[in-house]
């Protein structure tokens, strides 16, 4: 790894989420599904938008994969972050968000003809779940050849979201990522991102995780899903079997870590949880920041939890503060 420069090459949506604190009623009222990303187009996510008038909302800059490698910029890690947003406000937004936190991110805005930047109403119940109804935009005019093969072979590992499995075009990109991160010796990581899509390309995402991945990101929803057992040792072992490396998350209980068929329960940390959004991404770009820095699958999945803890105790995906010593502390304990 000593020509690896930059930590991780991120490929996945650009999207601008509104955030909503609502009761259980506001979902059950309009019969939505707790828990899961449902997309829509932009009349439907308009009429939420009037639906949530009255409320306090709030605009932050997300994505699945751009959350993760804000974590890892957080951390005092490098990276890359390869999405497509349109030359619109959401689109300058966003472009500015990302470079204040580090990262390069410099994709050419396509021009607002070709539609608007991805976004996502994001609303959390009392009990911190989040609930997201996302409109794509022109994310999903994320191609293979915008993946740049240069920059890629810079970087210790890939990070490649589940979410670009929605798209034949995202899809595309995703997989030149993996190929080109196989070509020039870059490990891969995949996270299944969502228990719908896990049921909608469970077949694929196999294909995928045995003949690409390095390392693979999931819940605990996600991997029952995957791997069809009641117990998530079970399921994450199953998974171990098809990857070298496998991180499976149990909310406040921690969470799992498969290596090499070897399985260790990593415990997590008890904080007052307000906002599960995120909490997934924030634990993907510890894990990565630690591996990123030569520590072992369980020191990373013990940082992985912490930047997990840390998202959940305030609303929206991401961490504004500079954790650069916290994440010292915590890998050398």
């Known amino acids: 790894?000593?020509?690896?420069?930059?930590?991780?090459?991120?490929?996945?949506?650009?999207?601008?989420?509104?955030?909503a604190f609502v009761d259980s009623d506001f979902l059950r009222e309009r019969d939505f599904q707790p828990g899961i990303m449902t997309l829509v187009d932009s009349h439907e996510q308009a009429d939420l938008l009037q639906d949530l008038k009255s409320f306090n909302l709030e605009l932050r800059s997300g994505g699945s994969a751009a959350n993760t490698m804000i974590g890892i910029a957080r951390c005092g890690g490098s990276g890359f972050?390869?999405?497509?947003?349109?030359?619109?406000?959401?689109?300058?937004?966003?472009?500015?968000?990302?470079?204040?936190?580090?990262?390069?991110?410099?994709?050419?805005?396509?021009?607002?003809?070709?539609?608007?930047?991805?976004?996502?109403?994001?609303?959390?119940?009392?009990?911190a779940e989040r609930t997201m109804f996302t409109h794509l935009g022109v994310s999903t005019d994320l191609h293979a050849e915008d993946i740049d093969?240069?920059?890629?072979?810079?970087?210790?590992?890939?990070?490649?979201?589940?979410?670009?499995?929605?798209?034949?075009?995202?899809?595309?990109?995703?997989?030149?990522?993996?190929?080109?991160?196989?070509?020039?010796?870059?490990?891969t990581a995949f996270t299944f991102s969502d228990p719908w899509l896990v049921g909608s390309s469970k077949e694929d995402f196999r294909e995928i995780v045995k003949e690409y991945c390095n390392i693979?990101?999931?819940?605990?929803?996600?991997?029952k899903l995957f791997a069809g057992k009641d117990d998530i040792v079970d399921n994450a072992a199953e998974i171990g079997q098809l990857?070298?490396?496998?991180?499976?998350?149990?909310?406040?209980?921690?969470?799992?870590?498969?290596e090499d068929g070897k399985i260790e329960e990593v415990p997590g940390f008890n904080v007052k949880a307000i906002d599960t959004n995120?909490?997934?991404?924030?634990?993907?770009?510890?894990?990565?920041?630690?591996?990123?820095?030569?520590?072992?699958?369980?020191?990373?999945?013990?940082?992985?939890?912490?930047?997990?803890?840390?998202?959940v105790q305030v609303h929206g995906a991401r961490i504004e503060d500079d954790l650069k010593e916290e994440m010292e502390r915590i890998m050398n304990e």
């Open 81 to 127: 972050y390869s999405s497509k947003v349109s030359k619109d406000p959401n689109g300058e937004f966003y472009r500015q968000d990302l470079l204040k936190a580090g990262l390069h991110f410099d994709v050419h805005p396509l021009p607002e003809a070709h539609g608007s930047t991805g976004t996502c109403v994001v609303l959390t119940t009392p009990d």
């Open 216 to 223: 693979v990101f999931c819940n605990a929803e996600e991997a």
């Open 1 to 19: 790894m000593m020509d690896k420069t930059i930590d991780v090459f991120g490929v996945g949506n650009a999207i601008v989420d509104t955030l």
């Open 278 to 311: 995120g909490a997934g991404d924030a634990f993907a770009g510890g894990v990565l920041f630690g591996l990123s820095r030569g520590k072992s699958a369980v020191v990373s999945a013990k940082c992985g939890n912490y930047l997990a803890s840390r998202v």
């Open 243 to 258: 990857a070298d490396l496998v991180f499976v998350t149990n909310g406040g209980s921690g969470c799992i870590v498969v």
């Open 149 to 187: 093969e240069e920059r890629l072979k810079k970087c210790q590992f890939s990070y490649v979201e589940g979410y670009l499995w929605t798209g034949e075009s995202t899809k595309s990109a995703a997989l030149r990522t993996m190929e080109l991160s196989r070509k020039n010796g870059v490990k």
